[in-house]
C-alpha cells in the first residue's frame, strides 16, 4: 500500500542541472531517513545521499559539494538538486524511504521507488 515515485530525470549536457523529486504515499504513519541511491550498468547500486526525518545530510565524496538533498515533510517528498553534472553520474537513480506504517507497531520498512534514468553527455 506504500508507494515511491521519482520524477525528474533526463538528459543533460556536462556542467548541467537536473532535479529529481520522490513523492511517498499511501498508508504512512511516519517517515525516518529519505534517501537516493544510483545504479550504472554493470555496477553495485551505490549510496548517493540521505536525509533524516531532522535534517541532518549525508553525501557519497564523488557529489560533495554538487547535489544537494532536500525534503518537504508535509508532502512526503524528498528532493535532489544535481548541479555541474558529469558524464559518470549517468545512473538510474533510485529513491528509497524508511517507513513507520502504523504507531502500534514500532518497527519500519524500508521501500523503493522504480528508479528514473539520468543521462549526461560530454
Known amino acids: 500500500q506504500v508507494q515511491l515515485v521519482e520524477s525528474g530525470g533526463g538528459l543533460v549536457q556536462a556542467g548541467g542541472s537536473l532535479r529529481l523529486s520522490c513523492a511517498a504515499s499511501g498508508s504512512i504513519f511516519s517517515i525516518n531517513a529519505m534517501g537516493w541511491y544510483r545504479q550504472a550498468p554493470g555496477k553495485q547500486r551505490e549510496l548517493v545521499a540521505d536525509?533524516?526525518?531532522?535534517?541532518?545530510?549525508n553525501y557519497a565524496a564523488s557529489v560533495k559539494g554538487r547535489f544537494t538533498i532536500s525534503r518537504d515533510n508535509a508532502k512526503n517528498t524528498v528532493y535532489l538538486q544535481m548541479n555541474s553534472l558529469k558524464p559518470e553520474d549517468t545512473a538510474v537513480y533510485y529513491c528509497?524511504?524508511?517507513?513507520?506504517?502504523?504507531?502500534?507497531?514500532?518497527?519500519?520498512?524500508?521501500?523503493w521507488g522504480q528508479g528514473t534514468q539520468v543521462t549526461v553527455s560530454s
Open positions: 528509497n524511504a524508511d517507513i513507520l506504517r502504523t504507531p502500534w507497531v514500532r518497527v519500519t520498512t524500508v521501500y
Open positions: 536525509i533524516t526525518n531532522g535534517g541532518s545530510t
